[in-house]
């Protein structure tokens, strides 16, 4: 079974404090980690994706595979980073097809 | 490019009333999914597809049903409403649904409740 973890539901910050979004996941394979993100009033949308081993809005995330882990990292935090980011897993089902299994959410409040 | 697209944006429903949620994708993808999000619980799989034809069940699929008689279109029906089943329901898409690096396509979401 696979599983992801947002220990989180909200998370506040000051603008330009470091922001750390936990996530951890069980998968018994190599799994796909990403994060999505949802702003007010938008649909969700993909963040990154760790394959891709890119920064985004000044956002990364590593995997570490030996604590389970993919945490949203962010140096600085700026007040449009509000919104709620999703950890999501993306594995394969007993027929060979994608599978994505997301966290419960951490709301992220920057608070000016 | 309009991506999916989901109606109604949102829709107050009697219980034990019968709805459909529609959801078309002008991106061809061959996979599609219907996901419900709710506080605290997250985003939970109710049905998917992988191509056209076929359908499968998710983590929560009680009470909802699915077709997929072409690539464009995932209708997911309530054949009779419950208040549980107050939600915001999300359609999303994948390329090929079978990549597992395969990002997610979302819709703009239906905020359902029933009363």
């Known amino acids: 079974a696979q599983r992801v973890t947002q220990p989180e539901k909200l998370l506040s910050v000051f603008k330009g404090a470091p922001v750390e979004l936990k996530c951890n996941y069980s998968?018994?394979?190599?799994?796909?980690l990403f994060w999505y993100v949802q702003y007010s009033r938008q649909r969700l949308q993909l963040l990154l994706r760790h394959i891709s081993r890119e920064s985004i809005k000044g956002f990364t995330a590593d995997l570490n595979k030996g604590e389970t882990s993919f945490h949203l990292k962010k140096p600085f935090a700026q007040e449009e980073d509000s919104a709620m980011y999703y950890c999501?897993?993306?594995?394969?089902?007993?027929?060979?097809?994608?599978?994505?299994?997301f966290g419960t959410g951490t709301k992220l409040q920057v608070i000016p | 490019i309009a991506g999916i697209t989901q109606a109604p944006t949102s829709q107050i429903l009697a219980a034990g009333r019968r709805m459909t949620l529609r959801c078309t994708q002008d991106?061809?993808?061959?996979?599609m999914y219907w996901y419900r999000q709710d506080l605290g619980l997250g985003l939970r799989l109710i049905h998917y597809?992988?191509?056209?034809?076929?359908?499968g069940k998710g983590e929560v699929p009680d009470g909802y049903s699915v077709s997929r008689a072409n690539t464009d279109d995932f209708p997911l029906t309530l054949a009779s409403a419950v208040p549980s089943q107050t939600s915001v329901y999300f359609c999303?898409?994948?390329?090929?649904?079978?990549?597992?690096?395969?990002?997610?396509?979302f819709g703009s979401g239906t905020q359902l409740s029933v009363l």
């Open positions: 998968y018994s394979g190599s799994p796909e």
């Open positions: 999501a897993l993306s594995g394969s089902n007993s027929g060979g097809y994608q599978k994505v299994t």
């Open positions: 999303a898409s994948s390329e090929t649904g079978v990549r597992t690096n395969e990002k997610l396509f």
């Open positions: 991106m061809r993808h061959n996979a």
């Open positions: 597809s992988n191509t056209a034809g076929t359908t």
